[in-house]
């Protein structure tokens, strides 16, 4: 028996999140900047390194495997990767394999990813606006994404709305998009936007919409119930009665769910933040590759990473600042 990977304040870390790349085909403002370097291709992690990097977290306990990027499937031959890791679904390793995409690519990809064995995936769509899609993601075609989430419902996938909630911008679309998502059965989450990056004019604190204020716009015409209900990461969910639909709520500034917190991110180029907002990290790409034959060395750098994870993160904006902002963009960790 492998022990388990147990964390500074027993948490136990059975959910992993991968970037498999920096690249987006969009440029959301809250998690890019417009003109974006990109790492070399060097610097990334093989398509059979990420399969061992996983795999070995999966033998360490591991159960929910989240793939993310940038845009994920913008990577060139993923459903490879996708094909691998389905092996671990069929031993019962793994108990959920999944993606947050924006939704560009899945009418090529949907299929091939039910196919996978993947049977839920996150969309990040902000609002249902053309002309605020485009300002939001500066590249965005808000029809290719519509046409992903058809393709994606007919193939079979549960699919999930990601919303960052963003003063000024989609908070007058409230209601349209609960209604939108209940009448496609599909669930939905709002996100707090977080002092990610260097976002150049954008202004996170002007965009900051509290979601205990979301919450309270949402209970002018719904009677809400909160649910016990946890999947595993930081949403906290109540049900609108009138529709029957589940809301999550993400909330790292009113609310801090660190509490509860069983996760670890790794990028594209093999670290591993154990926090989304803090800076530290360690380098698992070096053990992974000056040790092709053997995983002992990988196993120990993890663990050595899971004994510093942090209590929680320090994001503030109570001040009227963005306390705890950190240096890199969302892109490079993967949200």
């Keep these: 028996m492998i022990t388990p990977l147990i964390d500074p304040f027993q948490r136990a870390i059975t959910y992993l999140r991968v970037s498999v790349t920096d690249r987006c085909d969009f440029r959301c403002v809250y998690c ?19 399969d061992r990097l996983c795999s070995t977290f999966i033998g360490l306990g591991v159960e929910k495997l989240r793939i993310t990027g940038g845009e994920p499937l913008v990577r060139r031959g993923i459903m490879t990767f996708f094909d691998s890791m389905s092996r671990h679904l069929g031993t019962g390793a793994l108990k959920e394999l999944t993606l947050t995409t924006n939704g560009s690519q899945l009418k090529k990809y949907a299929q091939d990813l039910v196919n996978a064995g993947v049977k839920r995936v996150n969309i990040s769509l902000d609002t249902l606006d053309e002309a605020k899609f485009a300002e939001i993601t500066r590249w965005g075609r808000l029809k290719q994404v519509i046409e992903g989430i058809d393709a994606a419902q007919k193939a079979g996938l549960r699919v999930k709305i990601n919303a960052v909630a ?16 209940a009448e496609r059965d599909m669930d939905l989450t709002f996100i707090e936007v ?29 009677t809400t119930t909160d649910l016990a209900e946890r999947t595993g990461g930081p949403a906290r969910y109540l049900r609108l009665e009138e529709t029957g639909q589940k809301i999550g709520l993400i909330t790292p500034l009113t609310h ?50 899971i004994g510093l994870k942090p209590k929680g993160h320090d994001f503030d904006y109570s001040r009227q600042r963005t306390d705890g902002q950190m240096s ?3 892109s490079h960790t993967g949200g």
């Design 194 to 222: 977080m002092p990610m990056g260097d976002i150049g004019n954008e202004d996170r604190l002007d965009q900051y919409w509290p979601l205990s204020d979301l919450r309270a716009q949402l209970e002018t015409r719904f």
């Design 166 to 181: 963003l003063k000024g911008v989609n908070d007058v679309e409230l209601f349209d998009l609960t209604r939108w998502c």
């Design 256 to 305: 801090n769910f660190c509490e509860s917190c069983n996760r670890v991110r790794v990028t594209c180029t093999g670290e591993i933040y154990t926090c989304l907002g803090q800076e530290g990290h360690a380098d698992l790409r070096e053990p992974l590759r000056a040790n092709p034959e053997h995983d002992a060395p990988l196993q120990d750098a993890i663990r050595a990473a």
């Design 328 to 330: 890199r963009h969302m």
């Design 32 to 50: 890019m900047s417009e003109n974006m370097t990109f790492l070399p291709k060097k610097e990334l992690l093989t398509l059979e390194e990420l």
